[in-house]
Nanobody, 126 residues
Framework: QVQLVESGGGSVQAGGSLTLSCAAS????????MAWFRQAPGKEREGVAN???????AYANFVKGRFTISKDGAKRPLLLEMQDLKPEDSGMYYC????????????????????WGQGTQVNVSS
């Protein structure tokens, strides 16, 4: 069973930076998609960025060049580097993997992400 553990969250002031990390106990298949989602209190969970095993990346529009998703090697953690953070970026950030296919620069339905971590909290103050 794939287990995901996020880390790197914390509290920063607006304009600050954080790097989130997601470590996996194992990997689901030869081709899969890895993503960061976030959820603020009272809001729905939303996709932030994804990368697949072909290194094709997709970002949510609100990222606007501020965030970078990366994975430096097959067995390395999934990272999300966040810069110029805004109060509206606050929330719980989750990493998630699909099971058997790549994203190819698109956003699969959230239900296709079958492996989820417990999340790491990001708080951005104004």
């Amino acid at each position: 069973q794939v287990q995901l553990v996020e880390s790197g969250g914390g509290s920063v002031q607006a304009g600050g930076s954080l790097t989130l990390s997601c470590a996996a106990s194992q990997y689901p298949a030869n081709h899969y998609c890895m993503a960061w989602f976030r959820q603020a209190p009272g809001k729905e969970r939303e996709g932030v960025a994804n990368i697949d095993t072909d290194a094709i990346i997709a970002y949510a529009n609100f990222v606007k060049g501020r965030f970078t998703i990366s994975k430096d090697g097959a067995k390395r953690p999934l990272l999300l580097e966040m810069q110029d953070l805004k109060p509206e970026d606050s929330g719980m950030y989750y990493c998630a993997f699909t099971r058997i296919y790549s994203c190819g620069g698109t956003w699969p339905p959230t239900r296709d992400f079958v492996y989820w971590g417990q999340g790491t909290q990001v708080n951005v103050s104004s």
